[in-house]
């Protein structure tokens, strides 16, 4: 990736200009996804929760929670931190894949090119309402309509 | 006793009971309500009811029943064991209400308070004798929250029977030292054989007696502290003991209802969407708002990944 | 209960979960590159955001992301505090060579388009051009000269409208098949009352497709394509705001909420009611000025002042 200088600067636009060369060269970095790494992907059981949990890294996720999951008559239930979940599991849209992308060594600057490998493929997910039965209504199943309409959006047109 | 039915899903209450006396279908009855475990951190709470004909009192008197809590763990087995043998005139029933039950109840967006839970399971139980066709005339409890309260909540809903709200009714009623015992017992059990659906290897079962002031209770606690999970679904989450402990030793969780109710949250959030609507919180320079194909969906352009 | 922690602002970010066009991560094909995020300019805002080439560039995405708060997830034995999910869907370059050719266009001259789409802020725009579509889409909007084997280009409005008519055209498809709910926003009471039922569904659909759209085109272009569409153009909300004063909304803030449900039922049907209180809830709660605009935008009931 080249990166064009800024050449000419009079004085008077000289603070102008520096502030251009700042956005520039971040907005000129790059980040590419290794895709080599897909292979080495794993294809883990994926959970989104209706709440931040302050942490990122390992967890006892079977152990505690996938082990206490119960699946009956379409509605799964669960319980996290002694609150009651209720959930559904989502595919994603026809013809899109899960990815989990991550970056095994940050950049100490925002001008620096990144990369991010693969982690994990998933094709499914479960996702997980505060006691509310999931229903079509839920902003995350709504959301899954996006792909279809970008198709119609960024589709060609006919001459 | 045979916990066998509670013990298939320990996540959920519960129901479980003896065969319903002949008599008791035919004969006026006294029926005695009294409960197990509440004040503990660990481990369902046990609701339990005990029923007789009013005429036979005197013959569960003989049977020596007491207040469980001065009896000893022994005792109260061999207590359980005579009235099962008095099964001609004595009947029981049960609600375990398993932790997890009390920790999301009481955690609930609306909340579930523990004596609402209490006295639910007590109503239900008694509603369970009438719909076996017990001839219930007479009705022992103890308390739970104010005694006059609770008196009259069960008086309404169950007319035509007398009903006796009373503290330490465990020590004065027999009937009500029989149900005490039924529900101690059944604790007891569940709690010793408890079988941990997480699958956290070799337990250390020496939990102590599950009060918070326990220090073997307390020991326990510490020591099976996951910072992401909290505890298994052993422990009632809902219970200040459990709550100090996550807060200083596990990963914060934060809900959208944390320290105002539900609706609240919901509105902060509803009105948070709309206000980025229209295009506040956005820079000066792009003051367009996201159509709200996007915005009804959560969905945000990104400028770095 | 002893107090709940604050919450701490999550900076370090090392892991996305993202779900992307198959295409995007396939191996197989062995002249598939590997993908890049680049920062372009945005079309609608002028501002960067973020997009993906694949393919050796031939491919472009763009990059949004479902972000709800309070939110996380476990991937596998691993648990991330981002609870985003980021969606990489299929983008037409024209969207973002369009401000380029529009800029030079007005000078115009036909010009090569590799001396038209530069830009000192973002690098990467160049690449745009090695997108498959880019080549055969120029002809959409810009008339084309072929002189020898180099080919100039010079921006064209009216073509350019006619593209966009035709994208509305499939977006309403689009919105149809997927029944989408486009009821509910801000309509000329005139029009309301001029027209019959079906029209104004159509007008919905109309109006809301434009919205989609010109999310990716600049605001002149948007108000263009209103016209030509044949839709009235609708004061703003901000507009609005006497006749709303009028109302004393800031009292009774629940009635805009009643009006809204009325208004607008066939969308909230499926709604527990629960969350329309919440709304309600929310025009009392928040603070006056913005609540003015909010009532004012949902109540149909206003005169609208019409340009």
Same mark, same amino acid.
């Given at each position: 990736?080249?990166?064009?200088?800024?050449?000419?600067?009079?004085?008077?636009? =000289? &603070?102008?200009?520096?502030?251009?060369?700042?956005?520039? %060269?971040?907005? !000129?970095?790059?980040?590419?996804? +290794?895709?080599? *790494?897909?292979?080495?992907?794993?294809?883990?059981?994926?959970?989104?929760?209706?709440?931040?949990?302050?942490?990122?890294?390992?967890?006892?996720?079977?152990?505690?929670?996938?082990? =206490? &999951?119960?699946?009956?008559?379409?509605?799964?239930?669960? %319980?996290?931190? !002694?609150?009651?979940?209720?959930? +559904?599991?989502? *595919?994603?849209?026809?013809?899109?894949?899960?990815?989990?992308?991550?970056?095994?060594?940050?950049?100490?600057?925002?001008?620096?090119?990144?990369?991010?490998?693969?982690?994990?493929?998933?094709?499914?997910?479960?996702?997980?309402?505060?006691?509310?039965?999931?229903?079509?209504?839920?902003?995350?199943?709504?959301?899954?309509?996006?792909?279809?309409?970008?198709?119609?959006?960024?589709?060609?047109?006919?001459? | 006793?045979?916990?066998?039915?509670?013990?298939?899903?320990?996540?959920?209450?519960?129901?479980?009971?003896?065969?319903?006396?002949?008599?008791?279908?035919?004969?006026?009855?006294?029926?005695?309500?009294?409960?197990?475990?509440?004040?503990?951190?660990?481990?369902?709470?046990?609701?339990?009811?005990?029923?007789?004909?009013?005429?036979?009192?005197?013959?569960?008197?003989?049977?020596?029943?007491?207040?469980?809590?001065?009896?000893?763990?022994?005792?109260?087995?061999?207590?359980?064991?005579?009235?099962?043998?008095?099964?001609?005139?004595?009947?029981?029933?049960?609600?375990?209400?398993?932790?997890?039950?009390?920790?999301?109840?009481?955690?609930?967006?609306?909340?579930?308070?523990?004596?609402?839970?209490?006295?639910?399971?007590?109503?239900?139980?008694?509603?369970?004798?009438?719909?076996?066709?017990?001839?219930?005339?007479?009705?022992?409890?103890?308390?739970?929250?104010?005694?006059?309260?609770?008196?009259?909540?069960?008086?309404?809903?169950?007319?035509?029977?007398?009903?006796?709200?009373?503290?330490?009714?465990?020590?004065?009623?027999?009937?009500?030292?029989?149900?005490?015992?039924?529900?101690?017992?059944?604790?007891?059990?569940?709690?010793?054989?408890?079988?941990?659906?997480?699958?956290?290897?070799?337990?250390?079962?020496?939990?102590?007696?599950?009060?918070?002031?326990?220090?073997?209770?307390?020991?326990?606690?510490?020591?099976?502290?996951?910072?992401?999970?909290?505890?298994?679904?052993?422990?009632?989450?809902?219970?200040?003991?459990?709550?100090?402990?996550?807060?200083?030793?596990?990963?914060?969780?934060?809900?959208?209802?944390?320290?105002?109710?539900?609706?609240?949250?919901?509105?902060?959030?509803?009105?948070?969407?709309?206000?980025?609507?229209?295009?506040?919180?956005?820079?000066?320079?792009?003051?367009?708002?996201?159509?709200?194909?996007?915005?009804?969906?959560?969905?945000?352009?990104?400028?770095?990944? | 209960?002893?107090?709940?922690?604050?919450?701490?602002?999550?900076?370090?970010?090392?892991?996305?979960?993202?779900?992307?066009?198959?295409?995007?991560?396939?191996?197989?094909?062995?002249?598939?590159?590997?993908?890049?995020?680049?920062?372009?300019?945005?079309?609608?805002?002028?501002?960067?955001?973020?997009?993906?080439?694949?393919?050796?560039?031939?491919?472009?995405?763009?990059?949004?992301?479902?972000?709800?708060?309070?939110?996380?997830?476990?991937?596998?034995?691993?648990?991330?505090?981002?609870?985003?999910?980021?969606?990489?869907?299929?983008?037409?370059?024209?969207?973002?060579?369009?401000?380029?050719?529009?800029?030079?266009?007005?000078?115009?001259?036909?010009?090569?388009?590799?001396?038209?789409?530069?830009?000192?802020?973002?690098?990467?725009?160049?690449?745009?051009?090695?997108?498959?579509?880019?080549?055969?889409?120029?002809?959409?909007?810009?008339?084309?000269?072929?002189?020898?084997?180099?080919?100039?280009?010079?921006?064209?409005?009216?073509?350019?409208?006619?593209?966009?008519?035709?994208?509305?055209?499939?977006?309403?498809?689009?919105?149809?098949?997927?029944?989408?709910?486009?009821?509910?926003?801000?309509?000329?009471?005139?029009?309301?009352?001029?027209?019959?039922?079906?029209?104004?569904?159509?007008?919905?659909?109309?109006?809301?497709?434009?919205?989609?759209?010109?999310?990716?085109?600049?605001?002149?272009?948007?108000?263009?394509?209103?016209?030509?569409?044949?839709?009235?153009?609708?004061?703003?909300?901000?507009?609005?705001?006497?006749?709303?004063?009028?109302?004393?909304?800031?009292?009774?803030?629940?009635?805009?909420?009643?009006?809204?449900?009325?208004?607008?039922?066939?969308?909230?049907?499926?709604?527990?009611?629960?969350?329309?209180?919440?709304?309600?809830?929310?025009?009392?709660?928040?603070?006056?000025?913005?609540?003015?605009?909010?009532?004012?935008?949902?109540?149909?009931?206003?005169?609208?002042?019409?340009?």
């Amino acid at each position: 990736m080249k990166r064009q200088e800024v050449t000419y600067r009079t004085p008077e636009t =000289a &603070v102008e200009g520096e502030r251009s060369v700042q956005r520039m %060269s971040s907005n !000129g970095s790059v980040t590419t996804i +290794q895709l080599g *790494s897909v292979d080495q992907a794993d294809r883990p059981q994926v959970h989104l929760l209706p709440c931040e949990i302050e942490q990122d890294g390992p967890a006892e996720v079977s152990c505690y929670f996938t082990c =206490a &999951v119960k699946d009956r008559k379409h509605e799964m239930s669960v %319980s996290f931190r !002694g609150r009651g979940l209720k959930g +559904q599991e989502v *595919s994603c849209p026809h013809g899109y894949t899960g990815l989990v992308l991550k970056e095994d060594h940050k950049p100490t600057t925002d001008q620096e090119d990144r990369t991010v490998r693969v982690s994990s493929i998933f094709s499914r997910f479960t996702y997980w309402n505060l006691e509310t039965p999931p229903n079509s209504d839920d902003v995350v199943v709504m959301a899954m309509a996006w792909p279809e309409l970008a198709k119609a959006i960024h589709g060609s047109v006919d001459d | 006793m045979d916990l066998s039915e509670f013990e298939a899903d320990n996540t959920v209450s519960c129901r479980l009971s003896s065969a319903i006396p002949d008599v008791c279908r035919t004969e006026d009855c006294c029926l005695g309500i009294d409960e197990a475990g509440r004040g503990p951190v660990l481990g369902p709470m046990v609701y339990g009811i005990c029923f007789c004909p009013i005429s036979k009192k005197d013959d569960l008197k003989g049977l020596k029943v007491a207040d469980s809590k001065t009896l000893s763990e022994a005792e109260r087995e061999n207590l359980f064991h005579k009235l099962d043998e008095a099964k001609s005139f004595v009947g029981w029933a049960l609600q375990v209400l398993s932790p997890n039950t009390i920790s999301t109840s009481m955690l609930q967006r609306a909340k579930y308070n523990l004596n609402a839970l209490s006295h639910d399971a007590a109503i239900s139980l008694v509603q369970y004798a009438l719909d076996c066709g017990v001839q219930l005339k007479e009705l022992f409890v103890d308390t739970v929250g104010p005694a006059e309260k609770y008196q009259e909540k069960l008086s309404q809903r169950f007319p035509g029977v007398v009903v006796t709200v009373r503290p330490k009714a465990d020590s004065l009623f027999p009937i009500v030292s029989a149900a005490s015992i039924c529900a101690k017992v059944a604790r007891d059990h569940a709690v010793k054989s408890w079988k941990f659906l997480e699958d956290l290897g070799d337990m250390d079962a020496d939990y102590g007696s599950g009060y918070p002031n326990d220090p073997k209770t307390k020991s326990w606690l510490l020591k099976y502290l996951d910072p992401v999970f909290g505890y298994p679904q052993f422990v009632r989450f809902s219970w200040s003991t459990a709550q100090t402990l996550l807060d200083s030793k596990a990963v914060p969780v934060h809900w959208d209802d944390d320290e105002e109710d539900g609706e609240k949250a919901a509105a902060r959030k509803n009105c948070a969407s709309m206000l980025s609507y229209f295009g506040r919180g956005k820079s000066q320079s792009t003051a367009r708002e996201t159509h709200r194909f996007f915005s009804e969906r959560r969905l945000k352009t990104l400028d770095t990944l | 209960m002893t107090t709940k922690k604050k919450r701490s602002s999550n900076t370090q970010n090392d892991r996305w979960v993202v779900i992307a066009p198959d295409s995007v991560a396939d191996t197989s094909k062995t002249d598939n590159n590997d993908p890049a995020f680049v920062r372009l300019r945005n079309p609608a805002t002028g501002e960067a955001s973020l997009y993906l080439f694949s393919s050796g560039d031939s491919e472009l995405y763009e990059v949004k992301a479902f972000d709800e708060d309070y939110h996380s997830w476990f991937v596998g034995q691993t648990v991330q505090r981002d609870g985003r999910l980021l969606y990489i869907t299929p983008m037409d370059p024209m969207y973002l060579l369009l401000p380029y050719l529009i800029k030079v266009g007005k000078e115009g001259k036909f010009q090569p388009v590799q001396q038209v789409v530069m830009d000192e802020d973002f690098p990467a725009c160049t690449r745009l051009l090695s997108c498959s579509r880019t080549q055969a889409s120029l002809h959409h909007v810009a008339e084309e000269k072929e002189v020898g084997s180099q080919r100039f280009h010079r921006y064209n409005q009216e073509k350019t409208m006619q593209w966009l008519q035709k994208k509305v055209d499939k977006t309403v498809k689009a919105l149809k098949m997927r029944n989408i709910s486009v009821g509910g926003g801000v309509k000329s009471t005139t029009y309301i009352r001029m027209k019959q039922e079906s029209d104004i569904q159509e007008e919905d659909y109309l109006r809301y497709a434009h919205g989609l759209i010109s999310e990716y085109i600049s605001e002149d272009l948007s108000k263009e394509l209103l016209n030509v569409l044949g839709l009235p153009e609708i004061s703003s909300p901000k507009e609005l705001e006497p006749p709303s004063k009028k109302r004393k909304l800031s009292d009774k803030p629940v009635e805009a909420g009643e009006d809204y449900t009325k208004f607008n039922s066939a969308d909230f049907i499926r709604k527990p009611p629960k969350k329309m209180t919440a709304a309600q809830k929310s025009l009392a709660k928040v603070d006056k000025t913005g609540m003015k605009t909010m009532s004012s935008f949902f109540s149909p009931k206003v005169k609208t002042e019409n340009n």
